[in-house]
């Protein structure tokens, strides 16, 4: 079919294409509601654990004794982070964490609920154990007795952390987790339907989440939240960010054109923990000047708030340097990519759209 003849829908950025079918989660963007396997996120947040919400993507069922510690690294994984240059951007450490697990295990195809725990339960080994290698400290051997998000932080610092900020970050774990067909799990599937295994397909979405309009702006809010500084600082900062064409970070959504259900649970998160206090009335008073602001300038589509700006206020409320809330982001989302992983598998059908060719037609090479 030439150009001419193609009557097919474009879409560029596959917008508003079904290019699958899941069980695993659904994003409601109209009504701004998000279930995981049918429960809501908010219950999910209030009254689960990153375990029992990572058990649950990966089997389908809710198991209350489901538990996921931190898992020990290999020296293989060790040596290929000490091997990584000073100033080595978090993200990049991750994905050559995952690729030597991935060389060493040699997952099968297809992928396991057992290989989705496997590789889950090392990422935030890997991410702690990198941050201290390049600010010179040894790594920490993980504790079993600790869930995986608290595992994490005490693996990073040295010791265990209070109970607020080992439920926050869980909290934030289980928002994070999962949301459907987004670039980075669309990736990791498209990978898996080629039948290459778990660990390359994490690789992939690892990359694809380290893109600034995708995982990259809970720490491009904190320096957005730097720069205004106070409330009053909020309306001109805004406007002139507006008026030079850039986009204000932490609003706006592909899919949901309603509040983002992730932002209000980890609201919520942030208004009940010690130390956010000013930080966050600084959010929450640049949060209601941006929406007057970008409703005014457009009122036929109105942004709304997402997940991003309130991560940037749970992240730092536990103490997370902003160089690794990418890294941070993609270790909650293991369960929901190598959940889609294991589904993919199941019922698999190489991932290969067309494409339509607007280059010069046929011509004969110069002589
Ligand atoms: N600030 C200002 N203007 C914006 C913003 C924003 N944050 N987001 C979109 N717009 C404008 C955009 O300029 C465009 O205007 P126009 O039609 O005049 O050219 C219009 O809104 C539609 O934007 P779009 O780029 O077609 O929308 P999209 O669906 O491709 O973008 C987005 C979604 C998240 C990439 C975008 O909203 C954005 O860049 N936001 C800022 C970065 C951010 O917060 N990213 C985290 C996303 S949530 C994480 C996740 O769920 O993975």
Redesign the pocket.
């Known amino acids: 079919m030439d150009q001419k003849t193609d009557d097919r829908t474009l879409s560029p950025?596959l917008?508003g294409v079904l290019a699958g079918e899941t069980a695993i989660a659904k994003v409601d963007g109209l009504n701004g509601k998000l279930t995981y396997r049918g429960y809501p996120i908010g219950d999910l947040v209030r009254h689960g654990t990153y375990a029992q919400v990572a058990d649950l993507l990966w089997t389908g069922e809710w198991a209350p004794s489901a538990d996921l510690p931190c898992a020990p690294l290999t020296d293989g994984v060790i040596k290929s982070l000490r091997a990584l240059p000073p100033g080595t951007n978090a993200m990049d450490a991750l994905r050559g964490a995952v690729s030597a697990w991935g060389a060493a295990e040699r997952p099968t195809w297809p992928p396991t609920p057992e290989q989705a725990r496997a590789l889950t339960a090392i990422a935030p080994s890997s991410l702690a154990a990198f941050v201290r290698i390049q600010r010179g400290d040894e790594p920490i051997d993980p504790d079993p007795s600790l869930p995986l998000s608290a595992g994490f932080l005490y693996q990073l610092n040295g010791k265990r952390p209070d109970a607020a900020s080992a439920r926050a970050l869980d909290a934030y774990f289980i928002v994070a987790a999962e949301?459907g067909f987004?670039?980075?799990t669309f990736t990791a599937r498209v990978i898996t339907s080629t039948q290459s295994d778990l660990a390359s397909a994490l690789c992939g979405a690892i990359g694809a989440?380290k893109g600034?309009?995708?995982?990259?702006?809970p720490s491009?809010?904190v320096s957005q939240l730097h720069e205004i500084g106070s409330p009053e600082r909020a309306e001109k900062w805004i406007n002139d960010a507006?008026d030079r064409?850039?986009?204000?970070?932490?609003?706006?959504?592909?899919?949901y054109r309603a509040y983002?259900p992730?932002a209000a649970a980890l609201r919520e998160v942030a208004e009940g923990m010690a130390g956010t206090a000013e930080w966050l009335k600084l959010a929450v008073a640049v949060e209601d000047v941006a929406l007057r602001v970008?409703k005014e300038r457009?009122p036929e589509?109105p942004?709304q708030t997402?997940?991003?700006?309130y991560t940037a206020a749970v992240l730092q409320g536990v103490g997370l340097p902003p160089a690794i809330f990418p890294a941070t982001f993609a270790l909650a989302r293991h369960a929901g990519w190598t959940a889609h992983c294991i589904e993919q598998g199941q019922a698999n059908r190489l991932i290969r759209p067309d494409v339509r060719y607007v280059g010069p037609a046929e011509r004969a090479l110069p002589a």
């Open positions: 950025g917008e949301h987004n670039a980075s989440l600034p309009l995708h995982g990259g702006a491009e809010v507006l064409g850039d986009r204000l970070m932490g609003f706006g959504h592909r899919v983002d992730r970008l457009h589509r942004l997402n997940v991003e700006f």
